[in-house]
């Protein structure tokens, strides 16, 4: 079945960084656009990136631009998150998701197959 593992998260301080991954299985990852979401407690889940089936089209929040960067490496079945400069307000549980087509949608919706997400802290 569809499945999507999210791993990396952790403890780190601000200024530091992390690499998320997120492990496909069950598909073929590059027939689809990947997302990445999270969700800070008491908050709506936000979209920060996306990232085009081929790898070649990446989309940011204004929040992370300059300091996040998707990537993807479809023969490994894997799509990563690497942060850079975190700050405290990027504390989340993030997930990764796919959408139903090979284009990153110009809205957040239409995202699914979610996985169990991992939790990201950044504080001193």
């Known amino acids: 079945q569809v499945q999507l593992v999210e791993s990396g998260g952790g403890l780190v301080q601000p200024g530091g960084s992390l690499r998320l991954s997120c492990a496909a299985s069950?598909?073929?990852?590059?027939?689809?656009?990947i997302g990445w979401f999270r969700q800070a407690p008491g908050k709506e889940r936000e979209g920060v990136s996306c990232?085009?089936?081929?790898?070649?089209?990446?989309y940011y929040a204004d929040s992370v631009k300059g300091r996040f960067t998707i990537s993807r490496d479809n023969a490994k079945k894997t799509v990563y998150l690497q942060m850079n400069s975190l700050k405290p307000e990027d504390t989340a549980v993030y997930y990764c998701?796919?959408?139903?087509?090979?284009?990153?949608?110009?809205?957040?919706?239409?995202?699914?197959?979610w996985g169990q997400g991992t939790q990201v802290t950044v504080s001193s």
């Open positions: 998701a796919r959408y139903w087509g090979y284009s990153c949608p110009q809205e957040p919706v239409g995202f699914g197959s």
């Open positions: 069950g598909f073929t990852l590059g027939y689809y656009a």
């Open positions: 990232s085009s089936s081929s790898g070649t089209k990446t």
